[in-house]
Structure formats: C-alpha cells, structure tokens
C-alpha cells in the first residue's frame, strides 16, 4: 500500500511504500528514514523514526508521536509565557534579551531527550488573544508591519512609543467614569501592543541585536499588561471591602453544605477572596498563553487507552515471536502499579506527555477542559478523578416542592485523601503526583514541577485557598468526626501572604530567585500584599541606583501606578512619587513629546510644578510651539503666569558675567552672541497674553540693562522691539478696570518710567550714531591743476556746482540731525521727574540688585551721553553750547555731577576748555559773549 501525508504548516512530506516498508519525510533540504517494526495501516503506530541529518551524519531516536508534535510546532511551556523570548534574570532586563528564536535545527537537537524531563508542553504558533486571528485583514497588517517596522534600527520602541500618549488619552477618556474601566483600558492598550510586537518579532531574522531589543520591550509590555489586570482585580475587591467594612453577614447553619459554607466564606473574608483572585490572575495568564493547543494534539487514538501495548499483548496471544520484553498482562489503569511491571515504550513516553499537557491545563485553569481531553484519550475515569473537588450541596435539604439535582461529592474528604497519598507515591509520575497535588493541596509535591516566578506563586496561594476553605469547612460541618483524616503537614499549615514571598525569596530554584528580582514581579508581589509603602521604597531604590537605566514603559506604568492611587485616596508616600513624575517628565522632554509633558507636570506640587514646566519650555524656540505649549498648559490648570516668569528669570540669569561698569575700551566686544539671541528670544513668552504686559516689561527691562551695561545696543534693541507698542497702553488699562480709587503697584509704574528710559536713551544712541554717519559723509571738495586744459576747466565747474549743491543738501542734513540728537540726547540727561533711570515711586518692593543696576547704568550712560554731546556741538562750532553743558551738569535739580567719576571730570572740563579756547580765538570771551572794550 502507497500512501501520502503531508503536514499542515509545514514543507513537510511522508511518503509509505508498503505495510512493512520504509517511510521517508522531507523537510527542506533534510531527509528521515522510517521504519516500522510491525505491519500497521496508521502512522499513529510508528515505533520509531531514524533521522539523518546530511551535514552532521548524526541519527537522532524519536517516536513518531513526538515528531508529528514537532513539526506541528504545537508545544506549549508556561516558562516562556506568550512569547518564547522572556527574559528572567534582572541584570538583562535593562539591557538585551537573549533570543531563542526556533529554527528547525534547534528542534531537532531536543527530539532524542527523556519525555518525561525534557519534552517541551506546548507551544502555539497564535496566543489566544482575539485580534490576532480574528481580523479578515491581518495578512495585510503583517505586511505593513514587515514593511515599516523591520526596516526601523529598533522596531520595538518604535511601534511601542504610541503608549505614551495613548496612556494620557485614556486617562483623560475616563477622568469623569469609573476608575477600574481605565484600568481596563491601559490593560487593553497594552495588548494591542503586544499583538504587534509579537508580529514583529515572529518576522525578525535570528542573532539580529535589534529584535532583542524588541522581545525586551515585548516581555515588559507582557508583564504591564498583566499587571493592571492584578491591579484591576485586587482593588476592585478592597474598594469594595472597604465600603463593606462593618457590615453583618449572614452565618451559615447547622446543617449547611460544603458549598453554602464556602460560599459564605469567600462573602465575609477577605482575605480568602484575593488570595482566590491571585490564583485566577495567574491562571488567566497561563490559560491565554497556551491558546487552543488541545484541538491539534493527537496522543494516540481517541477510542483505545494504551493502543501500543495492546497491539504487544495482542500479538503475543496470537502466537507471533519477536516479543520477549516483560510487559503489564492487564490493561485496567492501575495494573502498571499492581504488577509492577512496565507499559510499551511508545505508551510510557506517551503518558509521560499526556500528563505534562494535562497538568499545565489544571495550571491554567481548565479543568473542564482537561476531563475533555482525557474523555477523548480513551480515559474517562481520569476524568472522573478529575471531579470528585467539587464541593456537596444537597438544595433539598431547606424543603421546596420541587425535587433539584445534588451538586458535588459527598465524600470529598476521603478522595482528598486519596489524592494526597496519591501525589507522594513515587511510582506515580511526577506530572500525575502534581496534579492530584494541586487537588488535594499537598504543596511539597505540587512545587516540584513549578520552575517559575508565576508556577511557584499559583501554587503557594491555591494550596492557601484550599488550606483556608477546608479549615471552614472541618469547623462548621457536622459532624466533624466522619470526615477523613488529613496529614499533620496540611492541617496545621498557618500560611499568610507575607510568609508566601519569604519563602519565595528562600527557595532553592535558581531561576525563581532570579525572576524575584525582576522589576514587573517585584510590584506584583508587593500589590498582592496591599503593601503601597513597601512599593514606594523600592520604586526609591530604583530610582536612587539606576535611574538612567529604567526602561521607559516601566516608568511610564509606574507614574500611572501613582495617578491611579491618588485616583483612590490612597496614601503614599509623596516625596517618591513626586521624583517618578519627574523622571517620567524628564523622559518625555527627551522623547520630545511635548502634547504631553504638561499634563503629567499638573500633578507635581505647585512651586515644584512652574519650575519643572519652565526647564520644558527653555528647551522650546519656535513660535507656534511655544503657543502650543503655553496653550496645553492652561488646559492642564497650571499657573502659566508664573511659569512665563520662571523662564524668562531661568534665561536671564544664566550669564556668570558681573553687573560692573565698564571702561570705554575700544577692544570691548559688543558683538550680539548665541546666548545674547536667547535672551532676547525669550521674551517672547511673556508677550503672548496681554495680561502679562507689565511683567514683559519688567523683564525686558533687566535683560537690556545688562546689555547697557556691556555696550550691546544692538542687542537692547532688538529686545525693545519685543515688546508690543501697545503694552504700556495694555498696562494702564488693566489699572483702570479697579476704577479711580485704584493705586497701581508701585514695581509696574517704576517699570513703565525705566522702559521710557531706556527708550530714551536707545533713540538718542541711534540719533547720534545717524549724527555722526552723516558727519563722516561730507562731500569733498573737487580740486582742478594749474595746468588744466580747457576741457578739464569746464568739467571742474560742473562739479563744482554738483559739490556746492551736495554740500548744502548735506549741511542741510546735518542740521537737522544736529538739532534731533541734541534734543535726544538732553531728554536723557534732563529726563522729567527726578531724572534719567530714578524711580517715581519710593514705596516698591526693595529689590538691592536693580537698584545697584540702576545707578551704574547711570555712571556708565549719563557721563557717556555728556561727552557725545558735547562732540556733537563742538564738531557743529556751537561752543558756546559746548559751555552750557557745565550748568547742566552743575545743576542741583539732576545732580549730574555725581555719577561722573573723577577721571570723567577731568576729561570733560578738558573738552570744555578747548572749546573756550575756539570762542577765544573768535574774539569771544572763554565763555562766548562779545568782548566789551
């Protein structure tokens, strides 16, 4: 007979020729050799299969049931969690991840290892989520994720940083719902996510660094994922609690079942309701990750129990040789452990299996399912052992006219028992001893098949819940005297959720003590214990040790964490979780997610809130960004008055240079800088609301008195062109809206008198600066040789007549900018009530560094002005001006004597002497009037 099998989701092909001959599978370029030890029409019966690998010249033993499981790639390990990248040990959590991606070769190398130890549960190809295989349009989701992301440098990041502002958007969504639908929704979040990445990650090439990376943020947003769903449960039910505190509840009576008892239990305590919570979370994980693995597991057939040894015993009975191996002669189940002899190879490897499947469905959670299975393996009385945990309850024991079915097993107490010493005889294989462990809560022997954080955990609380349950029934159950015995170890087992964790963090599982110090297990841990303190002390811990190296979506959940027990009116402690919010803020500055940093910095304290939001907007140059941000601001209720003020205060500031009177050196650099340009952009953020016209005034006024003070006249104009025209008008308006009766602050209108100062003082600069061009502009005169032809004669008149006409346009020029620089200049040094740059009002808040500011900008400035207009006059022959500068300066109502130094007196009555001397050489007395003979 010729037969053809080819294999689902996989190039493979088996091809049979014969009952008894040889059978070859394909797959890629390598090749297996098959040979059946006896006749048989079904590949179900495979004793053995020979591989040869053509490149290692190896052979490899496996049974066909394994290689079938194999190619199917239909295993399933609760060690690797949804995705087979998990990364355990703390250190490389931070960093890469180790990947094991499957390649059929590494397949290959575990098909010869013992079943029972080795042989990997269940793997699916497709986690149980929904969306990844219920959406028409997947295939084309996956090509637009091979096509964008694989491409990125690190996919991962990339197709994760959407979180960041969908975490805000859902949190903004349900502000005014329910809390715990928002703890849904990051839940939900985070499994869209995870679907994608698992997309990127099944597409990425093996060894490549920037997938690691990517199975690294997958484990994290795995773990988040699961976390807000404990999150969600837990809090759910202590809310609850809480509002049910005092409460009476009802107790149960004398004749109550086993399952009114509990019932009642888990109503009134709640402790035994979160442990049971705790168990249901990690089974939920289990159960999502092993998918629908059932459906496509054949052990053998579904109708016939150990079929190989069958096949044994029935050929010896029809006289055939060739079988001298001992084997069991019965075939009910418990003859193996009655004759004690062995099953067929193929049956034990099976078992081995079958038991290793079945125990991580009771580890998910699926009992049902599990009976289901053994029903369709041909063994229904492990099904049936599989039922006898329910608890009895008799409904017509209370009376009623209507007869109702009996729940439970009435003698639950001896199966317990029955299991207990089930699961400690050693003949049992260790899979069944766990299961019927976990039955009967016997913890020693369920632990010896949990390798991880989660298996260990599941099993410390459902050995807890069933100690506590079976505690309150043994108390309240009547009578107490017929049920059966149990050991001494369970009875008297006194378990609590701390001493769980201690021996968590005693055990000798090198691989649990690693994961104890993974980050996600850490917060599960202490929000399993209702411990928010503890969790303050280690989110410190982190951040104290590696804040740099904190992932960011681990930082992320940990600020929603917060937000969500300040959501509560839970206490925490507010010194840490002011510093995760501004670790958080510091990372979405360095992401530049600018639509979202202002919320989060809304939740800070408010001092500490205005100067973190303002280090932000430093950061920030453009315009429309700016409004933007200052617009987010408003939104988020913070005061964007103060914030506006930090910013222009933290720029301002930055210049180490001291505030000192500098010389008229003309090496001096006046030059506009980078940092100059900044502290003229920043003014900018103080012009936007009309409001805040008086404060841009006050700080535009700081920024060009440095600037004064260093000879930048450039730069304190363009500074002053920051500044609205309308801002004094704005100013007095804001006044008028108290009404007549109204004082105005004393520092605004000391603000508005020092702008029209320096106004003041910038034209009259500009004015002589224009003066002064004009003045190096003079048409020269053209001059014409003795020796002259004719032809040079006429062309000498024709300029000459140009050069008289030009002389007077340009003496007409510098007349007129003569008389506007000197009229500039003397509204500086005669500027009205009290002076140039002296305030109006005494009354003001004392600030000692403007007030030393201003009386040097008055010693640098006034005696500056002086003596340019005095060039001004000198250079224009209006001496007798020149002279009158001395009563100015003289003069008792300005006191301008006094801001010039003596070297700056000397100098001037030096200038005032040589333009006496010129009056003197016009016939004029030293003071210009006419000589009197």
């Not at 691989?511 to 280690?538: P, R, S, T, W």
């Not at 009766?741 to 100062?757: K, Q, S, T, V, Y």
């Not at 000498?796 to 340009?810: A, V």
Request: hydrophobic residues 40%.
């Amino acid at each position: 007979m010729r037969c053809l099998l080819i294999l689902k989701e996989a190039a493979v092909t088996l091809r049979a020729d014969g009952d008894g001959g040889l059978v070859l599978l394909f797959l890629g370029d390598q090749q297996a050799v098959v040979r059946l030890h006896s006749p048989c029409q079904k590949y179900s019966y495979w004793k053995e299969i020979l591989l040869h690998n053509k490149e290692s010249s190896s052979f490899h033993l496996v049974t066909a049931t394994r290689a079938t499981a194999l190619i199917f790639q239909d295993f399933y390990t609760p060690q690797t969690r949804i995705c087979p990248l998990k990364q355990t040990d703390g250190s490389s959590i931070l960093g890469s991840i180790r990947p094991t991606l499957l390649v059929p070769d590494t397949h290959l190398q575990h098909i010869a290892e013992d079943a029972e130890d080795t042989a990997p549960l269940f793997t699916p190809q497709k986690t149980s989520m929904k969306a990844t295989t219920d959406s028409p349009r997947s295939f084309s989701e996956d090509l637009t994720v091979s096509a964008v992301m694989l491409r990125e440098d690190d996919p991962g990041l990339t197709a994760s940083a959407v979180l960041f502002s969908k975490f805000l958007e859902v949190f903004l969504a349900h502000s005014s719902t329910a809390i715990f639908d928002l703890i849904k929704s990051y839940e939900a979040n985070c499994m869209d996510q995870v679907i994608i990445l698992q997309k990127i990650v099944n597409r990425a090439i093996p060894g490549q660094q920037k997938f690691s990376k990517t199975a690294s943020v997958l484990w994290f947003l795995q773990q988040e994922m699961v976390t807000w769903r404990l999150i969600g449960s837990l809090y759910r039910d202590r809310i609850e609690s809480s509002v049910e505190e005092g409460m009476m509840f009802e107790v149960a009576a004398p004749n109550a079942t086993e399952k009114t008892i509990v019932e009642m239990l888990f109503q009134r305590d709640s402790l035994i309701r979160q442990c049971q919570i705790v168990v249901d979370w990690l089974e939920s994980i289990a159960k999502e990750e092993a998918g629908n693995f059932a459906e496509n597991i054949e052990f053998y057939a579904k109708s016939v129990y150990w079929e190989n040894t069958l096949h044994v015993l029935t050929q010896q009975r029809s006289g055939v040789a060739g079988f001298s191996r001992q084997l069991v002669t019965e075939l009910d189940p418990d003859a193996p452990i009655r004759q004690k002899m062995p099953l067929a190879d193929l049956d034990r490897e099976d078992d081995a299996r079958f038991m290793k499947y079945l125990f991580a469905l009771i580890r998910a959670g699926m009992t049902d399912e599990a009976q289901r299975l053994c029903k369709r393996c041909g063994q229904a009385w492990r099904a049936a052992t599989l039922e006898g945990w329910k608890l009895y309850h008799d409904p017509n024991l209370n009376g009623g006219t209507v007869l109702e079915p009996v729940e439970g097993n009435p003698n639950r107490s001896v199966w317990k028992a029955c299991c207990w010493r089930m699961a400690e005889d050693e003949q049992f294989n260790r899979y069944e001893r766990a299961i019927y462990a976990a039955l009967s809560g016997n913890l020693k022997q369920l632990l010896s098949v949990c390798d991880t954080w989660e298996d260990c955990v599941w099993a410390y609380f459902r050995v807890m819940v069933d100690n506590l349950v079976e505690q309150e029934i043994r108390a309240l159950s009547t009578p107490v005297s017929e049920l059966e015995e149990l050991p001494k170890e369970y009875t008297e087992a006194n378990w609590t959720l701390e001493a769980i964790f201690e021996e968590l963090q005693a055990t000798d599982k090198k691989q649990v003590l690693e994961e104890n110090k993974a980050h996600y297990h850490i917060i599960q841990k202490f929000i399993i214990l209702g411990d928010i303190d503890g969790l303050m002390d280690e989110f410190q811990d982190w951040l104290e040790k590696c804040r740099s190296l904190l992932p960011a979506h681990l930082l992320r959940f940990m600020t929603h964490l917060v937000l969500f027990f300040w959501s509560l009116g839970l206490q925490t402690k507010e010194d840490v979780c002011t510093d995760i919010l501004k670790t958080y803020i510091e990372l979405l500055i360095q992401a530049n997610h600018t639509n979202l940093i202002a919320f989060y910095v809304s939740h800070l304290p408010p001092e500490l809130a205005v100067t973190q939001y303002s280090a932000f907007l430093e950061t920030v140059t453009e315009t429309s960004q700016r409004r933007l941000c200052l617009d987010l601001a408003r939104e988020a209720g913070l005061d964007v008055p103060a914030v506006t003020k930090c910013v222009v205060e933290n720029i301002r500031k930055k210049d180490v240079d001291k505030f000192t009177h500098h010389d008229l050196s003309p090496s001096l650099d006046t030059a506009t800088t980078k940092e100059d340009h900044m502290k003229i952009n920043v003014i900018e953020w103080l012009v936007f609301d009309p409001t805040q016209r008086a404060e841009a005034l006050k700080q535009s006024n700081a920024i060009m008195r440095k600037f004064l003070a260093s000879k930048k006249h450039e730069a304190a104009k363009e500074v002053f062109s920051k500044i609205p025209q309308d801002s004094i008008a704005e100013v007095y308006a804001s006044w008028e809206e108290y009404g007549m009766d109204f004082m105005p602050p004393a520092e605004e209108e000391n603000a508005i008198r020092e702008h029209l100062c320096i106004r003041a003082y910038l034209e009259a600069h500009e004015m002589f600066n224009k003066w002064f061009k004009c003045m190096q502009s003079a048409p020269m005169e053209p001059t014409i040789s003795a020796s002259a032809s004719f032809t040079e004669t006429v062309a000498h008149e024709h300029k000459q007549k140009q050069f008289q006409s030009d002389y007077k346009n340009w003496s007409d020029e510098l007349e007129i900018l003569t008389k506007e620089v000197k009229e500039k200049i003397c509204n500086v040094l005669l500027f009205v009530n009290g002076g140039w740059l002296i305030d109006i009002r005494e009354d003001a808040e004392e600030d000692a560094e403007r007030s030393h500011q201003l009386n040097l900008l008055r010693q640098l400035c006034l005696p500056m002005m002086c003596f340019l207009l005095h060039t001004v006059l000198h250079s224009t022959k209006q001496y007798q001006q020149c002279l009158k500068l001395a009563d100015i300066v003289a003069s008792e109502q300005h006191k301008l004597y006094q801001v010039f130094s003596k070297e700056e007196l000397a100098n001037f009555l030096h200038l005032l002497r040589e333009s006496s001397l010129m009056l003197l050489d016009q016939n004029l007395d030293p003071l210009g009037y006419e000589l009197q003979s």
